[in-house]
């Protein structure tokens, strides 16, 4: 086929592909039924979450869509990054995947983006909720936000009940000033018990994630765009906080001269101290909910929301949101483009969320909240959450470790820390060909 035939084909099949995707998402076209004209044939969704959950739904789905035949293949947590790509650059790969804000920077030049003629930014914004938007860019939408895992704070209700405490903190000053009462140390000063576990990097669950909560409630979006490139924002400051005095408050947590000193390498982990129930404070995702219950069914704990800068006229937390990506290569792209739009705007998306364990994207789902213990803090702060274009979730992490550990051995004051990791953070983000 010639070039410019195909390109031909490939601009016809996108212009009624942008309509159709205005329609649905306008609500002129009813979501479900036999309302998906020009929809047919089957089309393969690639995911990590397991088909044993997912199969009942996807079944639903497709008994809802009769011109069309969806099919669910599960892949590994694990190889799903490398499966992907393989996949994709043999001409195999599916025509549509599950992806994290954590891969959507990775998987940008693989994924068809949806531009904002097709579905403009306000018709998203009303659509999702503001953690959804990390799948915006200038270009136009990587992805359709599905589901957001928000980080929380799960606390041991015993702990502050024995020390008289009434309630969780809401800020920082006062979570600061309950940290010394909760923190148990022998008679040799070790700590046996602890308020938190901050300030370490290696034995602190999504240590970045809790960084990252913290710089963002200082103002920074940690990486911003700007003509089409992507740049750190770790050396911001927005007058009033200084990301570098961010960074000293966490790994104060770690400092034995502090007096909010509550965490060292002794321990093994958070998680597992919080289960053992020698941590009164966890800060941990929505979706972990089962596993801590697993982990210790008889540990008296609760969840509320992150705690925040005093009279901060902004809420916000972390989290890791679940979009449905288009792949640039697949060859039934009416369809995958128009399933992709019924999956993030009906029934699909409610019942994904609730699986789960966490709080859905769409705004319609989140404002009807669960009415179970726990259910109501997970949508509350799934509606302030934010996350950030991760360039490399590994290399970036190693970013935030050694801004923690350079400070903590004395080798970088706070400022040069967070200097060097800004510079390498950026270098992450230019772009390869």
């Known amino acids: 086929m010639k070039k410019g035939n195909f390109q031909v084909i490939v601009l ?16 002129v076209i009813p979501i479900g039924g036999n309302s998906n004209p020009g929809a047919q044939g089957t089309v393969v969704l690639w995911g990590t979450e397991k088909a044993s959950i997912l199969g009942p739904l996807i079944d639903d789905f497709n008994r809802a ?47 068809f983006t949806i ?37 929380m704070m799960y606390y041991n209700r015993s702990m502050l009940d024995a020390n008289g405490i009434a309630y969780p903190p809401a800020d920082w000053n006062e ?54 490139f992507f740049t750190s924002s770790l050396n911001q400051t927005n007058g009033k906080y200084d990301l570098s005095s961010v960074l000293k408050f966490f790994t104060d947590f770690a400092d034995p001269l ?15 101290a919080f289960s053992a129930e020698n941590l009164a404070f966890y ?9 801590l219950v697993n982990k210790n069914p008889n540990q008296n704990f609760l969840v509320t929301s992150m705690p925040q800068i005093k009279d901060s006229n902004l809420k916000l937390t972390f989290a890791h949101v679940i979009g449905i990506a288009i792949s640039s290569f697949s060859k039934n792209f009416n369809t995958a483009f128009t399933t992709a739009g019924l999956l993030a705007n009906g029934d699909f998306a409610s019942k994904f969320s609730t699986s789960l364990g966490i709080a859905p994207a769409r705004r ?17 702060s799934a509606f302030y959450a934010r996350s950030w274009l991760d360039p490399s979730p590994k290399e970036s992490d190693d970013i ?33 060909q």
Not at 187 to 192: C, E, R, V
Not at 261 to 271: A, D, E, L
Not at 410 to 420: F, H, K, R, V
Request: charged share 15%.
């Open 115 to 151: 531009p904002y003629a097709s579905l403009p930014v306000n018709t998203f914004k009303n659509s999702f909720i503001g953690a959804g938007e990390v799948f915006l860019t200038e270009k136009g939408i990587v992805a359709l936000p599905i589901a957001v895992d928000p980080l």
């Open 364 to 380: 319609d789902l989140i404002k009807t909240m669960p009415t179970d213990a726990y259910s109501p803090a997970f949508y509350t």
């Open 65 to 111: 869509n009769p011109t069309l035949i969806l099919k669910y293949v599960e892949k590994p947590i694990n190889t799903f990054d490398n499966d992907l790509l393989e996949a994709l650059a043999s001409g195999t790969g599916p025509d549509m995947f599950f992806i994290t804000d954590s891969l959507a920077f990775k998987y940008s030049n693989k994924i």
């Open 400 to 432: 935030f470790r050694g801004m923690v550990e350079k400070v903590l051995s004395g080798s970088l004051s706070q400022t040069e820390a967070m200097s060097d990791g800004n510079a390498k953070m950026g270098l992450l983000l230019i772009p390869t």
């Open 283 to 291: 800060f941990g995702f929505a979706s972990e909910l089962q596993s």
């Open 12 to 27: 016809i099949i996108f212009v009624a592909a942008a309509i159709l995707g205005v329609l649905v998402f306008s609500g």
């Open 175 to 228: 979570f600061s000033n309950l940290v010394p009462l909760l923190t148990k140390k022998d008679d040799k000063g070790a700590i046996i018990k602890s308020a938190v576990a901050m300030g370490q990097f290696s034995n602190v669950f999504y240590a970045k994630d809790i960084l990252s909560t913290l710089f963002m409630q200082a103002g920074s979006p940690i990486v911003t765009e700007k003509n089409g």
């Open 258 to 272: 502090k007096n909010v000193y509550s965490w060292n390498k002794s321990f093994s982990s958070s998680r597992d």
